[in-house]
């Protein structure tokens, strides 16, 4: 069976090879990148099977991002988990309603994070 890839955005280097080297040993393939700018261009060539997205981000933030991968029919699908340390009111409004996505709270337990991915991304799949 073929990895799943895993596509990680955030600004802070630190928490993207925290996160990668944590789904890597859970047997995920990850990209990342260390903004928002980038997204769009790498879900289209990757092909990931879900995006894990900070909110706030120098240059592109997180809900421009998501709004550029939803308006894009190849990248439309791809589920998404926002990363937040922002306070909640600011990200749910924009994401309760819009469907494969969902949003978890910074600082962000790895058990936790594992658990939403594979909500999308099942242990058979």
Known sequence: MARQAILVID???HLVEL?????????????TAL????AHPMAE??????IILDVDMPITNGLKALEEL???PKTK???????????SSRVFPVVE???RVSHIKKPVGLEDLH?????YIPDDA
């Not at 903004?35 to 980038?38: N, R």
């Not at 060539?45 to 879900?50: E, F, N, T, Y």
């Open 11 to 13: 600004d802070d280097k």
């Open 19 to 31: 996160i990668q080297q944590y789904l890597e040993a859970q047997g995920y393939l990850v990209y």
């Open 35 to 38: 903004d928002g700018f980038h």
């Open 45 to 50: 060539a990757r092909h990931p099977a879900l």
């Open 70 to 72: 939803r308006a894009d």
């Open 77 to 87: 699908e791809i589920p998404v988990i926002m990363l937040t340390g922002v306070v």
């Open 97 to 99: 309603n819009m469907p």
């Open 115 to 119: 658990s939403m991915v594979r909500h």
